[in-house]
């Protein structure tokens, strides 16, 4: 038996912590650890995770798959990559119980059975390869070998994949929709189309051209030997030092490196994706001046999903999002850690090369013109906008059968009342509470019985006037997002002759950096998202209450013996008020940073962390409320509500069994969160809607 050395110990030991919840026991048979705390298992603590991303490769396509609940089988990760692949028209006819999956782990991978458990086979990032056995076909049937019993206890070990794997079907890779990165057309859905890795990303020629264009102007300034800040100069208070020619390059590396003073978690693989999605459209407006092949360069790790690590923590927001950006741009070199799905996280040089990529080498501005600019920001800022929109869908159909619930009224819907307030947020709610609730297209029985209150309280009643200026906040940060991920955010600027003009080419030092407009239309939106959180919770009490709901206490039979709901009440009221504190606009704050050169700053990389955490937290009050309400109903039958409330009903019943006696919640509320945040509440009502009065013409 070799002895491991420590070091080669602990990193095995961080690695099984990423696979196990649990965290790990070592046994040390060294006196020099005995009655110390165990450096592994606080190795093993550091790397937990409650909510890993797996990415999965399935029929030649791609997909990143986020897991919140460990505990399920990996039967459960084939069904949500096949549900993700239908969702953007890509037809996946298998049976998820006749595959196996290969877990790949540098130059190895590793044979798993579709009932293991996720958290006992796999940890953030890795990389599963779904793999059909084949079946019979009716048009070229073709008949298998009926394996022996050894060969069956043999296909879940590594030893046996051979095997395996002359029973593969080899299906042709299917072709993802393009993106044309040219700087001006980037929608807030192609984004996080990009970011899952359900497009790609391609250059025209015109791009090009204009990209070479732009790039000659630098290399006419390089070549006569015009002083120009970012060319051949230092660095904010350090502008006014002039670098010689034949240390360009080396500057433009020097800057890329000691900018990346990054610290905290990594971002995810999908919003690792969207900021070096949105880092190629803006180069690709062509106004920074690098050269047109590192632009190519980056296409083609976009395309080929070589991530660089990028830590969360550590930009200010102006002069853009530098210390993010320069870990996206030490991929782009080769340097620091890199993720593709050939080979999971691994050296950058290492990643690159298995990928058939060689490293790019820098040229005069190249550098610079990687990491100024708010993509950090509108990175992250766009998950949490995109998710706001389905917590507000969500948070109409749950008031909606709230009211019939709780007996109220629709009379404050009428679209008399909201035409004499006409703002366009309020219109547009109430007309889709309108469709939803009691009438004559879609009746309710519970809604014709008597009713004992002739008013209905603000969380029901006001729900327009408040989550319609949610909605036109959520229409109001989707403009600024759709301007600022679409324009030129480096500095310096370079321009070109204008038409007509006899001006001469000019770089310009200017500001369209700064980050003041996303981070604050980010504040603004964490503020109007967070206030249906505050109408959920309030709503969720009153279903609670008895005095209220003239329903049993906490929505359970025998209330005593059982505690129904009365706890994850206080799981919801906990994240409200969590949120509240989160509310505090980071914009309003400023640090002046790089010795008074950079003396006001947007701090926009928080607000966008902190409204995404804000949403995350809002599609768990959203989706208890929603389970509530759904076991609500179960004391109204055998009375129904409108058909579209019943549809919503049936899909939560898909995954929730009614609560007839006490138990956990956790792995309920954690399956309604996941369809809120995959918009599968909507989807289920917009059948029975004539159109979408939330977002189409009205």
Same mark, same amino acid.
């Given at each position: 038996?070799?002895?491991?050395?420590?070091?080669?110990?602990?990193? &095995?030991?961080?690695?099984?912590?990423?696979?196990?919840?649990?965290?790990?026991?070592?046994?040390?048979?060294?006196?020099?650890?005995?009655?110390?705390?165990?450096?592994?298992?606080?190795?093993?603590?550091?790397?937990?995770?409650?909510?890993?991303?797996?990415?999965?490769?399935?029929?030649?396509?791609?997909?990143?798959?986020?897991?919140?609940?460990?505990?399920?089988?990996?039967?459960?990760?084939?069904?949500?990559?096949?549900?993700?692949?239908?969702?953007?028209?890509?037809?996946?006819?298998?049976?998820?119980?006749?595959?196996?999956?290969?877990?790949?782990?540098?130059?190895?991978?590793?044979?798993?059975?579709?009932?293991?458990?996720?958290?006992?086979?796999?940890?953030?990032?890795?990389?599963?390869?779904?793999?059909?056995?084949?079946?019979?076909?009716?048009?070229?049937?073709?008949?298998?070998?009926?394996?022996?019993?050894?060969?069956?206890?043999?296909?879940?070990?590594?030893?046996?994949?051979?095997?395996?794997?002359?029973?593969?079907?080899?299906?042709?890779?299917?072709?993802?929709?393009?993106? =044309?990165?040219?700087?001006?057309?980037?929608?807030?859905?192609?984004?996080?189309?990009?970011?899952?890795?359900?497009?790609?990303?391609?250059?025209?020629?015109?791009?090009?051209?204009?990209?070479?264009?732009?790039?000659?102007?630098?290399?006419?300034?390089?070549?006569?030997?015009?002083?120009?800040? %970012?060319?051949?100069?230092?660095?904010?208070?350090?502008?006014?030092?002039?670098?010689?020619t034949e240390n360009l390059v080396e500057l433009q590396y020097n800057i890329i490196r000691s900018h990346c003073a990054g610290i905290g978690e990594p971002l995810s693989l999908e919003a690792t994706r969207r900021m070096l999605a949105l880092r190629i459209n803006v180069l690709s407006k062509a106004f920074s001046g690098c050269n047109p092949v590192l632009v190519e360069h980056m296409v083609e790790m976009f395309n080929k999903n070589c991530l660089p690590l990028i830590p969360a923590q550590g930009t200010v927001g102006?002069?853009?999002?530098?210390?993010?950006?320069?870990?996206?741009?030490?991929?782009?070199?080769?340097?620091?850690?890199?993720?593709?799905?050939?080979? %999971?996280?691994?050296?950058?040089?290492?990643?690159?090369?298995?990928?058939?990529?060689?490293?790019?080498?820098?040229?005069?501005?190249?550098?610079?013109?990687?990491?100024?600019?708010?993509?950090?920001?509108?990175?992250?800022?766009?998950?949490?906008?995109?998710?706001?929109?389905?917590?507000?869908?969500?948070?109409?159909?749950?008031?909606?059968?709230?009211?019939?619930?709780?007996?109220?009224?629709?009379?404050?819907?009428?679209?008399?009342?909201?035409?004499?307030?006409?703002?366009?947020?309020?219109?547009?709610?109430?007309?889709?509470?309108?469709?939803?609730?009691?009438?004559?297209?879609?009746?309710?029985?519970?809604? &014709?019985?008597?009713?004992? =209150?002739?008013?209905?309280?603000?969380?029901?009643?006001?729900?327009?006037?408040?989550?319609?200026?949610?909605?036109?906040?959520?229409?109001?940060?989707?403009?600024?997002?759709?301007?600022?991920?679409?324009?030129?955010? =480096?500095?310096?600027?370079?321009?070109?002759?204008?038409?007509?003009?006899?001006?001469?080419? =000019?770089?310009?030092?200017?500001?369209?950096?700064?980050? &003041?407009?996303?981070?604050?239309?980010?504040?603004?939106?964490?503020?109007?998202?967070?206030?249906?959180?505050?109408?959920?919770?309030?709503?969720?009490?009153?279903?609670?209450?008895?005095?209220?709901?003239?329903?049993?206490?906490?929505?359970?039979?025998?209330?005593?013996?059982?505690? %129904?709901?009365?706890?994850?009440?206080?799981?919801?009221?906990?994240?409200?008020?969590?949120?509240?504190?989160?509310?505090?606009?980071?914009?309003?704050?400023?640090?002046?940073?790089?010795?008074?050169?950079?003396?006001?700053?947007?701090?926009? %990389?928080?607000?966008?962390?902190?409204?995404?955490?804000?949403?995350?937290?809002?599609?768990?009050?959203?989706?208890?409320?929603?389970?509530?309400?759904?076991?609500?109903? &179960?004391?109204?039958?055998?009375?129904?509500?409108?058909?579209?409330?019943?549809?919503?009903?049936?899909?939560?019943?898909?995954?929730?069994?009614?609560?007839?006696?006490?138990?956990?919640?956790?792995?309920?509320?954690?399956?309604?969160?996941?369809?809120?945040?995959?918009?599968?509440?909507?989807?289920?009502?917009?059948?029975?809607?004539?159109?979408?009065?939330?977002?189409?013409?009205?």
């Open positions: 038996m070799v002895l491991k050395g420590i070091e080669q110990l602990v990193e &095995e030991a961080a690695m099984q912590a990423r696979a196990f919840e649990q965290p790990i026991e070592v046994e040390h048979t060294s006196d020099e650890f005995k009655g110390q705390s165990s450096p592994f298992q606080k190795m093993a603590h550091s790397h937990l995770k409650t909510v890993i991303c797996v990415h999965v490769k399935l029929e030649g396509n791609n997909i990143a798959v986020p897991v919140t609940n460990q505990n399920q089988s990996l039967s459960r990760l084939a069904r949500e990559a096949i549900s993700r692949l239908e969702d953007i028209g890509i037809e996946c006819d298998m049976d998820y119980n006749q595959c196996y999956f290969k877990k790949f782990h540098r130059d190895e991978f590793y044979v798993m059975k579709s009932s293991d458990i996720i958290k006992d086979v796999l940890s953030d990032g890795d990389m599963v390869e779904i793999v059909v056995k084949k079946t019979r076909s009716s048009k070229n049937s073709q008949k298998r070998r009926t394996p022996t019993n050894s060969e069956s206890a043999e296909s879940n070990d590594v030893s046996g994949d051979e095997k395996t794997d002359s029973s593969v079907v080899s299906v042709p890779p299917k072709q993802l929709p393009e993106v =044309d990165a040219n700087g001006s057309s980037l929608t807030l859905d192609s984004l996080i189309r990009l970011g899952k890795g359900e497009a790609k990303l391609v250059l025209s020629e015109e791009t090009k051209q204009k990209l070479a264009e732009t790039r000659s102007i630098v290399d006419n300034i390089v070549d006569k030997g015009f002083v120009r800040y %970012g060319i051949n100069t230092g660095f904010g208070l350090l502008s006014k030092v002039v670098v010689e102006a002069s853009g999002d530098l210390a993010p950006l320069s870990h996206l741009a030490q991929g782009v070199i080769g340097e620091g850690r890199m993720w593709s799905p050939k080979t %999971g996280w691994g050296d950058a040089m290492k990643v690159l090369a298995t990928n058939n990529m060689m490293p790019y080498r820098l040229t005069a501005k190249d550098g610079l013109s990687l990491i100024n600019g708010t993509q950090f920001i509108c990175g992250v800022g766009a998950e949490a906008l995109h998710r706001a929109k389905h917590c507000l869908r969500t948070t109409i159909i749950i008031n909606a059968m709230v009211l019939d619930i709780l007996e109220g009224h629709t009379n404050a819907y009428d679209e008399r009342v909201h035409a004499i307030r006409p703002h366009n947020g309020q219109q547009r709610v109430a007309a889709t509470l309108r469709a939803l609730c009691n009438s004559a297209k879609y009746p309710s029985e519970i809604y &014709e019985q008597e009713k004992h =209150d002739v008013q209905d309280p603000y969380t029901i009643r006001c729900l327009p006037q408040v989550v319609g200026i949610t909605l036109d906040t959520i229409n109001f940060v989707e403009g600024i997002f759709t301007t600022e991920m679409n324009s030129a955010t =480096d500095n310096p600027l370079v321009f070109g002759t204008r038409e007509g003009s006899s001006e001469e080419a =000019d770089i310009i030092s200017a500001g369209n950096f700064h980050g &003041e407009y996303p981070a604050k239309a980010l504040d603004y939106l964490t503020i109007a998202v967070h206030e249906i959180g505050n109408m959920s919770e309030r709503r969720l009490e009153r279903l609670c209450n008895p005095t209220c709901s003239n329903l049993p206490a906490f929505l359970v039979e025998n209330p005593g013996l059982n505690s %129904g709901f009365m706890i994850p009440h206080c799981t919801s009221a906990a994240l409200v008020s969590e949120n509240k504190t989160l509310c505090f606009p980071s914009s309003a704050d400023t640090q002046s940073t790089s010795a008074g050169k950079e003396d006001h700053v947007s701090m926009g %990389g928080w607000s966008a962390r902190k409204a995404l955490r804000v949403v995350k937290n809002l599609e768990n009050v959203l989706a208890i409320e929603l389970i509530a309400a759904c076991q609500a109903l &179960e004391f109204k039958r055998p009375l129904r509500t409108t058909e579209p409330l019943e549809a919503v009903y049936n899909l939560v019943r898909s995954k929730v069994e009614p609560f007839v006696k006490d138990r956990a919640f956790t792995e309920d509320i954690e399956a309604v969160q996941e369809m809120i945040e995959n918009n599968k509440i909507w989807e289920t009502v917009a059948p029975f809607l004539d159109s979408d009065p939330l977002w189409n013409e009205f």
